[in-house]
């Protein structure tokens, strides 16, 4: 608490709540839950929204991005909001060219590939963070004692969007540059690390009360790589946070095999994806780390006595961790009913601790 103090920016009204205890290792009376991209397509009233709105500039107007941040927290009674925003906006306000394109994703003007595309790449300046202050202020007005959840992308998925223009399967590009080049590499990761760590400490000196890292396409790297050439620089972004005492997720895709290894740059809980049980992750991370997930997005298109029964057994496999919110493995699938995940959020709440 005493850290609190040190940090009026950390909003003390959101500390006792289900989400951030969990966070913080403690179980509470009920079990949290929130989706990820719980905010978006699933819902009318976002598509209605952002008719003739680009992505990127949604994001970028505070009203309009506090508006769809709240949009879920009040349909679903989920835990916790997360900020709408992509992981690309730092890299955008740090001055790279980049759109994201329906269907498709994050597509670059230029990729960024050579030593004199990366030594081009200007410092990263706090102040463009301006409107995405303004958005998490106006949403935590709101929300009360509801915590807002801050993210960023990892440097690795990041450079992967960066390195090959646009979506990519294996990053084969990436993971070249990697290693025929390790130089022009770490330097195009500490340049990512500073824009995703200060959008991160955008948010929380704006309100956020905890954090996660996407470091969704991590599960192409091998461990050895990830250790020697990624991971140094996950740490570096969340060492922007430094001084603030928020809880910090983080999440990879098929990144079962690098638990130990994420957790290890900083993190405080893990996100697990639907393809390894709560229980073989709370083993691998030694039964000290609080853990969230892991609802196999697949089946919320399942009949719902299917999709009740794996959330119970998604329930019971994480007891033995020492906090756990719920989660899916991935994000909400675009073509989602909206009342499925009500109806998911009222059996999470419902099931005794
Ligand atoms: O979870 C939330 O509700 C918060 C908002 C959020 C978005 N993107 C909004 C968004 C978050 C946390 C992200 C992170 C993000 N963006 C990641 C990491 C998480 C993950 O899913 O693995 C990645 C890899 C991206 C890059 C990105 N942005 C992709 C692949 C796409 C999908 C493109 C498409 O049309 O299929 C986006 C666009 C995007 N980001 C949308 C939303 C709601 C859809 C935009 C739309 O409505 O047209």
């Not at 450079?159 to 022009?184: C, F, I, K, Q």
């Not at 928020?246 to 639907?274: N, Q, R, S, T």
């Amino acid at each position: 608490r005493a850290s609190l103090a040190n940090h009026p920016m950390i909003d003390g009204r959101t500390q006792d709540s289900p989400l951030i205890r969990a966070y913080r290792g403690q179980r509470a009376d009920t079990l949290p839950v929130w989706f990820m991209r719980q905010a978006g397509r699933s819902l009318p009233e976002y598509r209605a929204l952002r008719t003739d709105v680009a992505m990127l500039d949604a994001c970028l107007d505070p009203a309009l991005a506090s508006e769809i941040t709240l949009q879920p927290v009040r349909r679903h009674g989920v835990d916790a909001g997360i900020l709408f925003s992509d992981i690309v906006v730092p890299v955008k306000l740090g001055g790279v060219g980049v759109e994201i394109v329906p269907g498709r994703g994050p597509v670059l003007e230029h990729p960024i590939r050579s030593a004199s595309d990366v030594a081009a790449l200007r410092p990263i300046d706090p102040d463009v963070f301006s409107p995405i202050r303004e958005a998490v202020a106006l949403t935590v007005a709101e929300l009360g004692s509801t915590p807002l959840i801050g993210f960023a992308g990892a440097p690795f998925t990041l450079a992967a969007y960066l390195v090959e223009g646009g979506p990519s399967r294996d990053h084969l590009r990436a993971r070249t540059l990697m290693h025929s080049d390790p130089h022009t590499w770490a330097a195009l990761m500490n340049w990512v690390a500073d824009a995703s760590g200060e959008f991160l400490r955008a948010q929380v000196e704006a309100g956020a009360s905890a954090v996660q890292l996407f470091d969704s396409w991590a599960g192409s790297l091998s461990v050895e790589d990830y250790v020697r050439r990624v991971a140094p620089h996950s740490r570096r972004a969340l060492d922007h946070l430094r001084g603030l005492d928020v809880p910090k997720v983080h999440f990879g895709v098929g990144a079962g095999d690098l638990l130990e290894a994420m957790y290890g740059v900083g993190a405080d809980v893990m996100g697990v994806d639907w393809r390894m049980p709560l229980s073989e992750a709370n083993r691998r991370l030694g039964g000290r780390t609080p853990i969230q997930g892991n609802i196999d997005p697949a089946l919320l298109a399942a009949p719902w006595p299917v999709l009740e029964a794996h959330v119970r057994a998604v329930v019971d496999a994480g007891r033995a961790a020492p906090a756990h919110v719920v989660n899916l493995g991935h994000g909400v699938p675009p073509d989602t009913d909206p009342d499925t995940l009500t109806r998911l959020v009222e059996l999470v709440h419902s099931l005794p601790q």
